[in-house]
């Protein structure tokens, strides 16, 4: 060691041997980025890498020799032979090549021989050199240093590659790596150059003087820091684009792998590790197909033949060589768009994009496309497709339900109570089905049941959701009863889903039609009742338009004198073809389609005309529906009338039936007050047929009460009519109410009713009904005093 020291200390030139050593280790540190660059290639670009490190790694080898060599002092005139020289160059430049090679070939070893042949590239570029070197004395080599020598590279060159390919931990890898290879030159040089000795001679030639070797060695070093410089930036920029690439892989929102044609794993990104919930170390590149689904479908629980399907499906992608895409649901909820893109020269490129909150957000927006907000029951458009679906496969049953008294609600309580009532209906509905029947919402309280399980089963869901529904419902600070109607319909061989739904409505109406909280099947004929009852609707229409309704006029007188007091407007229907229709007749349907309150407005209109032209003395009774009740525009309507024809508001008489009073009371009050306010007077139609008492002629005000024909027919051979008859006149008497008896048909009912008091009558012996010019003519024999045998026939 001491002689190694001695060489260096004492036959070198310091400056150029630290020359050697900056362009030594500048070489070794490029070599090692370059060749690690180079291993992680494939195929063609690997070869290039390969070639580009042989070259920056033979030229600072080279360089390091040279100049060490330029350095070197035997204290007599030296030379160079340009042509051993150049070779010793190529040699270490081709065997780094060779050894590279080998280093990055399959085999554990290959990285350590091909350091070797690396270490033994550098062995021959020395000796090669030293060759080449001409000095003027006799040459020695000690064989022992020699030997050395050639130990040290090929030891330490094998020990660099093989930290660089299996060292642990990169750093290990880079700087013990690129440490080992610059020993292994310098040791190599400066071992060799030990063995090499020199007896002074006499030798004829031009040699080269120090000033001018020492000029050489600064342009070599020159020239090999470039050429190293070289290999950096090169280096440099590759590791910049690569670590671009890199950082794009990583960040990539989807997740990638690459897969090579022989079925190995050359690329994979970090987004595929977290995508399929793996470690670090599950995935590794160079890792088989079958490996590499095997280690995601372990992690996702599948079995073997899960996986071997997996694996088969991946292969015959690559083998078809089209695109293919699609969804794979995993068992924990993940959603992945799996994406095979084959290439050109065999394998594929998988690309994996997370789209489980995608698709959850989409079975949102179609679960809202298809269900009520509110209850969470199925809608409208979902009921249209499963009766096609139902009635596809086989009968149908369906239940149309509405709630009897939820208006009511809305109105008295609020809508918010209003949607928890439903929300508790849709609960109570839901909880009485079994597998095979379906709940909907349609709009408002109108709900729906669809069931494959027969009428029968039918008939006794209906009379659960009709026991259910009418027990009370907790809404918080109240306490809410409803109840429901239903309709049941079975559908047949030839009917289409409109039809269906036809009589399950039809059903539905017959069973509120009945008095409500029931439910009803339908029969053969209600469609052809309601195609009647249509027909009639199409008719009322075009009445009103086409003023086919009458006014007739029956006359009211008072009593004892029987002295006319005015009429009762009575409308009529004249029909093409049907003739004279009864009110009792159109009425109702009127009411149930919505053109009594064009009617009605027709006759307040009418009726006050007609009044208009008569005698001051005389009033005129107008009936009033419950609908026109309802409406805020009956007082304007009645004032309008009054203006338009200059007629004063105490000689019209309204009309009202107890049951509107007892349906509408609290709207009633606020209509009533308003009716008051303009100044006309209230009747009591039908008193005693329904349901109203004492305290509504008192909240109400009523300034007549009309007795109800039945009772006037009863009075002469029922006690019980006749008590009530009595009592009706005396308590209308004491609370100061006019009463008006209806339907007086004979003299002994019109002498019993004169005797308790009673203000005044109408009848078939008072006088009919009458068209408008006997109407006339009645009612301007007031003037004269004398009434037309008409009025008494």
Known sequence: MMTVLNCIVVEHNLWLVLMAAVICAAGSWAMVRLFLRAAASRSTERCAWLVLTAFITGASIWCTHFVAMLGYEPGLPVGFDPVLTIISMLAAMV???????IATARGRAAPALGGAMVGLSIVVMHYVGMLAYRVQGIV???????????????????????????????????????GLFFLSIIGLHFTGMTAFQVTPMAIEGSFSNPEALNALAFAVTCVGLAIVSAGFASGFIDNSARATAADALANMSNGLTMISPSGHVTLVNERVRSLFRLETNDLRLGMTLQAYVGVIGAKAGWGSDRVARVIENHQAWMREGR??????????????????QPVGRGGAILTYEDVTEARNGQKTIAHMAFHDALTGLKNRRMFAQSIEELMGSGSLTMLMIDLDRFKDVNDRLGHATGDVVLREVSSRIESLLVPGEQAFRLGGDELAVL??????????????????LSRPIETGSDVVIIGASVGIATSRPDDDPSTVQRKADLALYSAKKAGRGRFDIYRDGMLEEEARRRDFERDLSEAIASNQLEL?????????????????????????ERGLVSPAEFIPVAEECGLISAIGAWVIDQ????????????????????????????????DQALRRYALPASRIELEITETAIVENSEHLAVVLAGLRAIGVRIAMDDFGTGYSSLAHLREFKVDRIKIDRSFIAASQSDAGSAAIVRAVVSMARELSIDTTAEGIEKEDQLTSLQALGCGTAQGFLLGRPLMIGAADELAWSLRSGRIPSIAVA
Not at 149 to 171: P, T
Request: net charge neutral; charged share 20%; with cysteine.
């Open 607 to 638: 009726a006050c005309h007609q009044a208009s032209q008569w005698p001051d003395e005389l009033y005129m009774s107008i009936n009033v529906s419950a609908v026109q009740l309802r409406s805020a525009l009956l007082a304007t309507q009645i």
């Open 552 to 576: 007739w006029y029956q006359p009211l007188f008072s009593l004892p004198d029987r002295r006319l007091k005015g009429f009762e407007a009575l409308v009529r229907w004249r029909h093409p």
């Open 95 to 101: 065997g780094s090549g060779v050894g590279f090679l």
């Open 451 to 468: 069931s494959a399980s027969g009428e029968t089963r039918a008939e006794g869901l209906a009379a659960e959701l009709v026991a259910s």
């Open 140 to 178: 020695e080599w000690k064989l022992d240093f020699l030997f050395a020598s050639i130990a040290i590279s090929c030891v330490l060159a094998g020990a660099s590659l093989h930290v660089a390919m299996r060292g642990k931990g990169e750093a290990t890898r880079l700087y013990g790596s690129a």
């Open 323 to 340: 695109v293919k895409r699609l969804e794979h649901h995993f068992d924990d909820g993940l959603i992945l768009h799996v994406c095979c």
